[in-house]
């Protein structure tokens, strides 16, 4: 028997988007350790899954490699789902990933999800390193290559396909659950077209959530995979005994993303850090801009800006990211929200 987790907000899955934040003061190891205990302690408070993003050539993060992580974060749990959030297949070859993730199954059947996404999660240089090849950074083959990635799990490929006596050892027959991730209309459309499920990147493009997922569901085909689509939304939440100490923490991820946007990523700024900074207009702009996709704030006011955003988007999961400088804060907010959203662990059939 699996176990899934129910939340009491609508009825829908809620779920944790882990980036393995490095704060100042700490090192990648520690971080990893403190992702290794925030699955855990997702699992104990009821969330449904944990995922890990992939990213590159980011002091401040730490998931460059989700599959190892993920392997870390199922040997560690026993019932809460584990994924990537995602696994950037422009950087790998469609083969590695069925691979990668078919072993992962294999170990951990039932409980194992791969999030697809076509973005870099870096920058072009950085991009160019890993693949090797200028010709591989563009991502308008990625269609193919996600075609290719579901025929290594199925074991299919047309007759004349250069693949077709290639099997993937462990991978084919394994059953990870598959999701295309996006931030824009093209993964949405894409996964409609395959009739595949699709997760929403609102927490750095929230301007685009009802248009992508608008699109996702027109274009969704009945699949070997869903009778109908399935959607998710990704949101920023920092949740805290009170609005100021919210609002406080979360000034470490404002710094974070100033000097992102400004080409200067570093460790993940404390918030004593954050005080001292001399932003400019233009980064204070940008800074109300972004806050204005994420919910900050205390339980109740968390829970009204779920309750709003799934209203809006009709979701069917919900799955938080939270960044501190505390991993104690981090994980002191996801106890918050999954207390007022009375989540518990129900046993489920599949």
């Known amino acids: 028997m699996l176990f899934a987790v129910v939340s009491q907000l609508d009825g829908i899955p809620v779920s944790v988007l882990d980036l393995a934040p490095v704060p100042t003061g700490s090192t990648p190891g520690q971080a990893l350790r403190e992702s290794i205990a925030l699955a855990q302690h997702a699992e104990e408070l009821g969330y449904r899954r944990y995922w890990v993003a992939e990213h590159?050539?980011?002091?401040?993060?730490?998931?460059?490699?989700?599959?190892v992580l993920l392997a870390h974060a199922a040997a560690a749990t026993h019932r809460i789902r584990v994924g990537s959030g995602g696994v950037m297949l422009p950087n790998h070859a469609p083969l590695v990933v069925a691979e990668q993730f078919g072993m992962l199954d294999a170990l951990h059947p039932?409980?194992?999800?791969?999030?697809?996404?076509?973005?870099?999660?870096?920058?072009?240089?950085?991009?160019?390193?890993?693949?090797?090849?200028?010709?591989?950074?563009?991502?308008?083959?990625f269609p193919q290559h996600l075609l290719e990635l579901l025929g290594f799990f199925s074991g299919q490929f047309p007759?004349?396909?250069?693949?077709?006596?290639?099997?993937?050892?462990?991978?084919?027959?394994?059953?990870?659950?598959v999701w295309l991730l996006g931030s824009s209309d093209f993964s949405a459309?894409?996964?409609?077209?395959?009739?595949?499920?699709?997760?929403?990147?609102?927490?750095?493009?929230?301007?685009?959530?009802?248009?992508?997922?608008?699109?996702?569901?027109?274009?969704?085909?009945?699949?070997?995979?869903?009778?109908?689509p399935r959607a998710m939304v990704a949101v920023s939440v920092i949740c805290a005994d009170s609005a100021d100490e919210a609002s406080r923490l979360a000034t470490s991820q404002d710094l974070s993303f100033a000097r992102l946007r400004g080409g200067r990523p570093d460790l993940l700024p404390s918030p004593e850090e954050a005080a001292q900074f001399p932003y400019t207009a233009a980064d204070l702009a940008q800074i109300q801009e972004r806050r204005q996709g994420q919910i900050i704030g205390a339980a109740d006011h968390v829970r009204e800006g779920l309750t709003r955003l799934v209203q809006a988007t009709a979701a069917?999961?919900?799955?938080?990211?939270?960044?501190?400088?505390?991993?104690?804060?981090?994980?002191r907010s996801y106890a918050l929200i999954a207390e007022q959203l009375q989540l518990t662990p129900t046993p489920v059939a599949g």
């Open 56 to 67: 590159h050539n980011m002091p401040g993060i730490a998931s460059s490699a989700p599959a």
């Open 316 to 331: 069917d999961e919900l799955m938080i990211t939270t960044v501190t400088h505390d991993p104690a804060a981090r994980r």
């Open 159 to 177: 007759d004349d396909h250069p693949f077709r006596n290639v099997s993937a050892t462990p991978g084919k027959g394994q059953h990870p659950q």
């Open 110 to 141: 039932g409980r194992v999800d791969l999030g697809i996404g076509r973005a870099p999660g870096t920058d072009q240089v950085t991009a160019y390193a890993l693949r090797r090849s200028a010709d591989a950074l563009s991502a308008h083959d």
């Open 189 to 228: 459309r894409l996964a409609g077209a395959l009739g595949l499920p699709f997760s929403f990147a609102h927490h750095f493009s929230a301007r685009n959530t009802l248009p992508a997922l608008d699109a996702y569901r027109n274009a969704f085909r009945p699949s070997e995979y869903l009778s109908a």
